[in-house]
């Protein structure tokens, strides 16, 4: 069955970086894209930016440009998100989630990991 | 950016009753090339990451109880629970994907029982 496990709580100081993995399991993760979206206390869900395709195209939200990075470890089913420049309002908790690929048009979330928390305080 | 509002912010319904909630997006999500309504809604419960119930504005995803239906198209949408369940008790999102970069969400809607 589809999996995605996401890595364990983090706590940041501000203008450090965390890096969030997200494996993935019982599909092949180049068929699909990666999306990261956080929900910061009492937000909405943000989408944040995704990762596709067997290439590692990615694009991320004007938001976080500058700041994010999504790669991918095909070899370990793994996507990671970096997200630099922490300052308190990045504390969320983050999730990954399935879509299909870019092209498709099919970019809703039919899979997602069970979430990270990031907190970031001095 | 696309901008999704719903309302109402909350709502209480009694078990067995019908609950609505209703999506509004800043424009159109029908894409006229295939008539589909780029929009998403997800079931959120605490603790837990959210649930995918319905996509392309009326497709019930597998495993997902026909109490829950989706309707509308263009900008106004509707996410109906035909019959409150407790395990219901939620916070609804709705999602457009018709622009890529940024996705966007509603604000959610509470559901309670009442």
């Known amino acids: 069955q589809v999996q995605l496990v996401q890595s364990g709580a983090e706590v940041k100081k501000p203008g450090a970086s965390v890096k969030v993995s997200c494996k993935a399991s019982?599909?092949?993760?180049?068929?699909?894209?990666l999306h990261w979206v956080r929900q910061a206390p009492g937000q909405r869900l943000e989408w944040m930016g995704w990762i596709n395709d067997g290439n590692g195209n990615t694009k991320y939200s004007q938001k976080f440009q500058g700041r994010i990075t999504i790669t991918r470890d095909t070899s370990a089913s793994t996507d990671y998100m970096e997200l630099s420049s922490l300052r308190s309002e990045d504390t969320a908790v983050y999730y990954c989630?399935?879509?299909?690929?870019?092209?498709?048009?099919?970019?809703?979330?039919?899979?997602w990991g069970q979430g990270t928390l990031v907190s970031v305080s001095s | 950016d696309i901008v999704m509002t719903q309302s109402p912010d909350s709502l209480a319904v009694s078990l067995g009753e019908r609950a609505t909630i209703n999506c509004k997006s800043s424009?159109?999500?029908?894409?006229?090339?295939?008539?589909?309504?780029?929009l998403a809604w997800y079931q959120h419960k605490p603790g837990q990451p959210p649930k995918l119930l319905i996509y392309?504005?009326?497709t019930r995803e597998s495993g997902v109880p026909d109490r829950f239906s989706g309707s509308g198209s263009g900008t106004d949408f509707t996410l109906t629970i035909s019959s409150l369940q407790a395990e219901d008790v939620a916070v609804y999102y709705c999602q457009q994907y018709y622009s890529t970069v940024p996705f966007t969400f509603g604000p959610g809607t509470k559901v309670d029982i009442k």
């Open positions: 019982g599909y092949t993760l180049t068929s699909y894209a």
């Open positions: 392309w504005a009326s």
């Open positions: 989630a399935r879509s299909e690929n870019y092209g498709s048009g099919g970019y809703y979330f039919d899979y």
């Open positions: 424009q159109s999500l029908l894409y006229s090339s295939n008539n589909k309504n780029y």
